[in-house]
């Protein structure tokens, strides 16, 4: 499987990025060898504000097969209403043309239909669920899609928010499975580390800076050494930083971590791609 950084900027869009959303590719070679269906699976880590635009680079949202959302912030969630309109308005595959309706699988915190209606502006049980499948995540609970297993972990956060743990096979190591740890929002905390325990990649939020953030309270971010030690905590074998606000600069972040972390270590950028 490989990771796609579609939008990487913290807490809002910024000049050079969209915010929060990561695409998770399984070839069609790679599946089949893994029973799964022989096609390409596609399963997207958050979809924040102005990722839809960007994903469309890299796959046609129609042929997305899940959307995990951590947490209820605009910045992780809010282009889902965008990818209703696409997926029901499409001229050619769009479900008001071809008369079946796509179903999307989209796993989410607790009142997710309920937000995504909210930030449409639909009428609650007005129809939306025709094109988007909005279940809860259950800790403990892993989600199959395909060739991937998807599992939640609870994080350290002001809402409800979510580490996801993905499961699939290796596209370094062919006929083995490999796993990468997405973060989410969160600070450090026992959940944080459990979902990164011996993962092949760890792409972690960093959005704050040592002493800078200081004075903010506990519970909203990592800093780039909170998310080195997280890292090295848990055995993970490779590190991401990512979720950097416009206004962070990523060569400190990437100081921080490395003072505590000595494995390969990048700062996410949108177009990015790692193989796991």
């Known amino acids: ?31 089949a060898a893994a029973g799964a269906e022989a096609r390409d699976w596609n399963v997207v880590l958050d979809l924040g504000n102005g990722a839809l635009g960007a994903l469309q680079r890299f796959v046609d949202p129609l042929d997305v097969d899940a959307v995990a959302l951590s947490h209820l912030h605009p910045d992780h969630f809010v282009d889902v209403c965008g990818l209703y309109v696409y997926l029901r308005y499409h001229p050619e595959r769009g479900s008001v043309r071809t008369g079946v309706p796509s179903r999307l699988r989209v ?57 996801v743990r993905v499961t699939g096979p290796s596209s370094l190591r062919p006929g083995e499975q490999a796993v990468l740890a997405y973060t989410g929002d969160t600070d450090a905390c026992d959940g944080v580390v459990d979902l990164a325990r011996d993962a092949d990649l760890l792409l972690s939020e960093a959005a704050f800076h040592e002493g800078r953030d200081d004075g ?17 905590a848990a055995g993970a074998r490779r590190l991401v930083l990512t979720h950097l ?26 177009g990015a791609v790692f193989d796991v």
């Not at 796609?4 to 599946?31: H, I, K």
């Not at 094109?131 to 409800?160: I, M, S």
């Not at 903010?216 to 090295?232: D, K, P, Y």
């Open 245 to 270: 606000p416009a206004w962070n600069d990523p060569q400190r972040s990437l100081a921080e971590a490395r003072e505590v972390y000595d494995g390969p270590l990048d700062v996410a950028s949108t």
């Open 107 to 163: 796993l989410g915190p607790t009142g997710t239909a309920a937000r995504i209606e909210a930030a449409y502006g639909a009428e609650p049980g007005d129809g939306m669920g025709e094109e988007l499948d909005v279940r809860t995540w259950e800790p403990g609970a892993p989600v199959q899609v395909g060739p991937l297993t998807l599992e939640p972990f609870r994080v350290f956060h002001p809402v409800e928010a979510y580490g």
């Open 1 to 31: 499987m490989r990771l796609v950084t579609v939008g990487c900027s913290g807490s809002f869009a910024g000049p050079a990025s969209p915010a929060s959303s990561y695409l998770v590719q399984v070839p069609a070679a790679e599946a």
């Open 216 to 232: 903010v309270e506990r519970g909203i971010h990592l800093t780039g050494r909170r998310a080195g030690e997280v890292a090295t």
